[in-house]
């Protein structure tokens, strides 16, 4: 995400931290030196390689100061280890060599996430394997495949699976004083709330779901295996579409939770002040986790390992660590579905030259969001607006800073005048 190679401004950093400016400086003076040696007389790949981005202000390319400060950059997931060096960081793959990249896949300790938060499941997987040390050695955890038919183990599998589903369902009881059906299929997305992992697709479909659930005859309803849709995680502080999505999501669940047409079919649950303790009451307890970001935008992700560990079966598109998962255990044993990262740039550029063609069960969703049943309309339509206008007039405004009549001056104060700038006392008045 563009939003995490930080750029950080030349004169905020000069004032706040002069020495630490002074620094970079000079470990860019020497890195140019060293770039210029290497592709004599390339100056437009000095000007791409360089620690400083020009324009007003200039900025402090900080990923380019931490890859040249580095002895490895790791990309933590096989699809984001090509990207780093196909997408981010090509140039720097010419200077350094391929071997300063590599790829280690993020992992997770099946010591707090199947032994701590998943007891039964662990002294189950301990005691059809004889030992613990599958504990110590996560691989030894393939020898369960050969009793995945064995009748007496599913059922223990099961009643492990049923236990913390009543947990959880127990937890969300005590927290939001709702009651849910422990034997509903638990479908659960819990991460940080952010536009690319797409808790805003998860919640359009929730509504699709119950608009379909009102249209059924209650003979059809009978038929449908009731869901339980649970959500959790945190949004940063100034983040207000993330927050938006999370004041839809209470506003569906404040909704289908009391409505008796639906209710026993699906439910809602957004749970507050998600933390690892929480997970851990939650992880154990999903039929299905939902791994959706847009393709090429996760690193890796380790939730999906955490729910995959304690038999969760993973919704998810092909990206991060999604990808090696399903190689691990099959595309049979998965649900994966979307656009690969090779198809996004694409699928952008018709997005934002109005050529999408909607699905008439997205429109039904946001027609029911616009209708007021939820709550106030006008609230949503900033997060509606993020499907449906292709072009940011946003962005616009917040990218015109380098056009300003101020600047030109500056830079020709700085680099055909000669000149310094003065203050002017009460300049302002």
């Known amino acids: 995400m563009n939003e995490a190679l930080e750029k950080w401004s030349v004169p905020l950093l000069a004032q706040l931290l002069p020495r630490h400016m002074q620094i970079i400086f000079d470990i860019n003076l020497f890195h140019l030196q060293d770039v210029e040696r290497k592709f004599p007389g390339d100056r437009a790949r000095l000007a791409r390689m360089s620690l400083i981005e020009e324009g007003y202000p200039k900025q402090v390319r900080m990923a380019y100061l931490a890859v040249i400060g580095s002895h490895k950059v790791n990309g933590v997931a096989e699809l984001h280890s090509r990207l780093v060096k196909t997408d981010l960081f090509p140039d720097f793959v010419d200077y350094f060599g391929p071997s300063h990249f590599t790829n280690i896949t993020n992992g997770v300790t099946a010591r707090r996430w199947l032994l701590q938060c998943n007891p039964a499941l662990a002294k189950l997987i301990t005691e059809t394997l004889g030992s613990d040390d599958w504990l110590h050695d996560l691989a030894k955890l393939e020898q369960l495949t050969k009793y995945a038919k064995d009748k007496a183990f599913q ?132 039929d299905i986790s939902e791994h959706i970001s847009t393709a090429g935008t996760e690193a890796s992700g380790t939730s999906n390992m955490k729910f995959a560990l304690s038999g ?118």
């Open 155 to 286: 059922q223990q599998f099961v009643a492990c699976k049923q236990a913390n589903k009543k947990r959880l369902c127990d937890y969300i009881t005590d927290t939001l004083g709702l009651r849910t059906n422990p034997k509903a299929l638990i479908d659960v997305q819990v991460k940080r709330i952010h536009e690319y992992k797409r808790q805003w697709m998860n919640i359009l479909g929730v509504i699709f779901r119950y608009l379909q659930i009102k249209k059924m005859s209650p003979a059809d309803r009978k038929r449908l295996v009731p869901r339980l849709s649970v959500f959790a995680g945190k949004a940063a502080p100034g983040y207000y579409i993330a927050k938006s999505c999370i004041r839809l999501i209470n506003a569906v669940a404040s909704v289908i939770n009391v409505d008796k047409d639906v209710c026993d079919y699906l439910q809602v649950a957004f749970l507050p002040d998600y933390s690892v303790s929480l997970a851990e009451v939650i992880i154990p307890a999903s």
């Open 312 to 429: 969760g079966l993973i919704l998810g598109t092909w990206d991060g660590a999604n990808i090696e998962i399903v190689e691990a255990i099959g595309e049979e044993n998965a649900y994966i579905f979307g656009h690969l990262t090779e198809d996004v740039p694409r699928l952008r550029a018709q997005h934002s030259l109005g050529q999408t063609q909607y699905p008439a069960e997205l429109l039904e969703a946001i027609d029911f969001i616009r209708s007021g049943a939820l709550d106030d309309p006008g609230v949503f339509e900033p997060l509606i607006s993020t499907l449906f206008e292709g072009k940011d007039y946003f962005n616009t405004v917040a990218k015109m800073g380098r056009f300003s009549s101020d600047r030109a001056v500056m830079q020709y104060a700085e680099e055909i005048w000669n000149v310094e700038a003065i203050k002017v006392p009460n300049a302002g008045a």
